[in-house]
Every structure is written in structure tokens, then in C-alpha cells.
């Protein structure tokens, strides 16, 4: 079954209780929206590294592993790329996420793929959303698979007010940098998407400095918490604790039995580099890539075929006799085959014999 998609052009995005002519209009505090103007491209620069921790249950076993990787791109404009990606099971059933974000250099957000799957015992459930600018809007499009059962979603907000936007993809880097600088502002308010494309808070805090044990070594960390706040429910928080260099040591989701650690310090884990399988069909940008050149090589490939019609007739010829005498030695066929096709058939020969 599939809903129609239905897509709105927001109007309503503020929040409250007491009528439209009461509701506050929800935006991103000075503080939020001036640290992200003051960001310097040498603090970007330090944030170009890629991230790996395992996910671990309370006794320690291991379910998953989580992954975040940074890198210069460019998109019209010279922006940064962030992919973040997480994967295992939870009581058995495979389930995972998958981020690609698009972001300026000051974090606003020009393209960003999330996606998020759990393999159920008889159906599974499969959430897509995708968002994207366009002649000054964010146009949002979300998809929601449980089962057989497809839901659509579609939604723009203009860019003015998103203003101070953090998404799951951007929140990740301006946490790398917040670590990096090891302080920030008080009253780090910014404006979010809930989970039904309504315009919410999100918050930052400092959680100071703490000890943690990575690997063999006691180190000093530094944490970030985040807020989300929420039209429907409780928020919900995320304690992140970064090392000196602003590779993540720690993320966990207050109340949650489950925690992503880092095992081994980086210098000594890119010894050992540990390869992270690619889902190369959730990586937006590799997709595109694949569906970009797969049009090129079968264009090339046919303008070739039209210019040399005689190929069809080779083949169409070789494969009439083949399938006539059905020989045992399909490759010595072959050989005594083409050999007359060979511009000097004695070499030809003698090549194909050493092979």
C-alpha cells in the first residue's frame, strides 16, 4: 500500500499551546547563530579525519560499530563532506543508520541523505529522508517503509527560517569542533527537525572535563552534551566525550543500555587499520557517482556497436556454430575459430597457446 505524497509549504513553523495568534515563532539563539559565522577554515582543516568506535552493550559485548568521516568537497560551492554510519543488532536484529551531509563552512546544511533501517522477524521497517536547497527553500522529502506498507512525506520550509539549522549529519562536525576549541558560548540554542519534519530545538553544554580509559591509557576528555528537544514527547540527550585532537572517545543516548567507545587510540588503531565495510548503495554521493558513469560506459558502449555493425554479426555467427557442434573444448573452438580473423594467424596461434 502506498500514501499519496503530500507535499506543504510550511507556514506554521512555530510552537505552543494557546492558539495561533500566541505561538512563539522558534528560532536559533545569537549565540548558535554567531559561533557558526565565526567559524575559521583552519578549525575546519583540523577536523578532516575519519572516526571508528564499537558499540558495546552494558556487560561488554560487542553489537556494532559506528563510524564518522570528514572530508573537503565541493558542490557548486567548496563545502564539506560528512558520512557518518552505524551498523549490528539489537537483540538479535540486524538494524543500522547511514548519514551524508553536504554542509558550507559555516554548517549550513546544502544536501543531506539519512537513512535508517531495523530487520524485524517478518517485515522491516525502513525510514529515508532527504533534504536539500533549492531556490531558497529546504525542500524535504521523507519515506517510511514498515512491511509492505509505503508512507510519503513532503515538506519546504523558507531558508530564513531556518536559520541556525542542526541536523544529524552537522551536529556530529560542530561537536569535532566545539572539542577542538575545548569551550563554548552559554546559551547554544539552535532550531532542529523532529521525526514528523516539525521545526524544534536543539541544544548544546559543556560537560567539562572527565577521565576516561581508552585502550591501556587513562586519558583527559572533554564533553559536549546535546538536547533535543521534542513537539510530542521527552527529549532526548546525548553525552559525547572528545580527546585532545577532537577524535571522538565516547557517545552514548542518556538512558540507553548502549555505548560507543573507542577501543584504541588512533595513532595505534591506523596500524592496525581495521577495513569498515561500504553500503555503497546508502552513500549518496557514490550512488550517484555509479548511476552517472554506468550512463556513460553503456552510451559509449552503443555508439561503438553502431559504428561497427559487423560485431553483431561475428558474434551471431560464432554462437550459431557453437551451439551447432556443442564441442567439449569450448576455448579450442574458439581459438581455431578466430585464428582466420588474425591479421598474421601463425602468431595469432602461437600467442594463443601460451596462454
Request: charged share 25%.
Amino acid at each position: 500500500m502506498e500514501a499519496p505524497l503530500g507535499e506543504q509549504t510550511a507556514v506554521g513553523y512555530s510552537a505552543g499551546t494557546e492558539g495561533p495568534e500566541h505561538r512563539q515563532e522558534l528560532k536559533a539563539s545569537d549565540e548558535a547563530v554567531t559561533f557558526m559565522s565565526g567559524i575559521e577554515p583552519a578549525e575546519l582543516q583540523k577536523c578532516v579525519f575519519a572516526d571508528s568506535l564499537v558499540t558495546v552493550s552494558e556487560g561488554g559485548r560487542e553489537l556494532g560499530e559506528f563510524s564518522v568521516t570528514v572530508e573537503f568537497a565541493r558542490r557548486e560551492q567548496p563545502c564539506m563532506m560528512l558520512h557518518a554510519q552505524s551498523q549490528g543488532a539489537i537483540d538479535d536484529c540486524p538494524c543500522g543508520t547511514a548519514v551524508t551531509a553536504y554542509l558550507t563552512t559555516d554548517l549550513e546544511v546544502l544536501e543531506e541523505d539519512h537513512h535508517e533501517y531495523v530487520k524485524l522477524e517478518g517485515h522491516s521497517v525502513d525510514k529515508r529522508c532527504h533534504m536539500v536547497q533549492r531556490d531558497g527553500q529546504m525542500v524535504i522529502h521523507k519515506v517510511t517503509t514498515v512491511g509492505e506498507e509505503v508512507t510519503e512525506e513532503g515538506m519546504s520550509y523558507p531558508m530564513s527560517v531556518l536559520r541556525g539549522l542542526v541536523t544529524e549529519g552537522s551536529s556530529l562536525l560542530l561537536m569535532r569542533l566545539i572539542a577542538l576549541r575545548r569551550k563554548m558560548p552559554e546559551n547554544m540554542t539552535f532550531v532542529s527537525l523532529d521525526p514528523g519534519l516539525h521545526i524544534i530545538h536543539t541544544s548544546f553544554r559543556e560537560l567539562g572535563q572527565r577521565q576516561l580509559e581508552v585502550g591501556a591509557e587513562v586519558l583527559d576528555v572533554f564533553g559536549v552534551e546535546r538536547i533535543i528537544q521534542s513537539m510530542e514527547g521527552s527529549p532526548s540527550t546525548w553525552q559525547c566525550y572528545f580527546l585532545d585532537d577532537g577524535h571522538l572517545a565516547s557517545r552514548v543516548q542518556v538512558g540507553s543500555p548502549v555505548t560507543m567507545r573507542l577501543l584504541e587510540l588512533p595513532l595505534k588503531a591506523e596500524k592496525d587499520f581495521k577495513k569498515i565495510p561500504l553500503v555503497w548503495e546508502e552513500d549518496m554521493q557514490m550512488h550517484s557517482k555509479f548511476l552517472d558513469r554506468k550512463e556513460e560506459r553503456k552510451a559509449d558502449h552503443s555508439s561503438y556497436l553502431r559504428q561497427h555493425p559487423e560485431i553483431r554479426a561475428l558474434i551471431s555467427d560464432f554462437l550459431q556454430l557453437l551451439l551447432l557442434r556443442k564441442p567439449d573444448d569450448v576455448f579450442l573452438f574458439a581459438r581455431e575459430y578466430f585464428t582466420p580473423f588474425a591479421s598474421h594467424p601463425a602468431d595469432a596461434d602461437q600467442e594463443a597457446q601460451s596462454l
